[in-house]
């Protein structure tokens, strides 16, 4: 099995976050796992029993794509606008995109394409297209020629305006 890598945006938007005890320190893991079933429990009366070791877990990197209302909690939580944002991403892409190309040649940015272009895939609700699109052009400002599949199957190429 491979080796995790830590959930840096994760780890960072936590610790951006105050405690809700007023000690002006960052909010713990349990602190933020009780503020995701909450605001879960007050938005969908869907109770989780999320915790510490699940939050843990989540910035080891060992799990990076929790269940939709988990992510739902956490970006409202955390103010993040989107899943990329908090690092969070599907390890396997849709059967129909396994074979896309992301970048013809080997770009420093390409696993930051991936992970963008991965959020792109799984977005059922197409109003948050525009914004990972200006996150994309934004990660790839400087490279010319890449290539990532769109929706349909076919691709989009040269996002980055000149």
Do not use: C
Not at 37 to 65: F, K, P, S, V, Y
Not at 101 to 111: E, K, N, Q, R, V
Not at 113 to 118: F, I, M, N, Y
């Amino acid at each position: 099995m491979g080796e995790h890598q830590p959930n840096r945006k994760l780890i960072n938007a936590r610790l951006r976050t105050q405690s809700p005890t007023g000690s002006g320190h960052p909010m713990s893991r349990q602190e933020l796992a009780e503020a995701v079933n909450a605001w879960q429990w007050h938005i969908h009366e869907r109770e989780d029993r999320l915790d510490e070791t699940d939050i843990g877990r989540l910035e080891r990197g060992e799990t990076h794509w929790p269940g939709s209302a988990r992510r739902e909690g956490l970006r409202a939580v955390l103010g993040v606008a989107t899943d990329v944002g908090l690092g969070f991403y599907r390890h396997r892409r849709p059967a129909a995109h396994r074979g896309a190309t992301i970048s013809p040649d080997s770009t420093p940015l390409a696993d930051d394409v991936e992970v963008v272009a991965g959020a792109l895939y799984d977005r059922a609700d197409r109003r948050h297209v525009e914004l990972l699109r200006l996150e994309l052009n934004e990660a790839l400002s400087g490279y010319d020629g890449v290539k990532w599949p769109h929706h349909d199957g076919s691709s989009w190429t040269h996002l980055v305006d000149r």
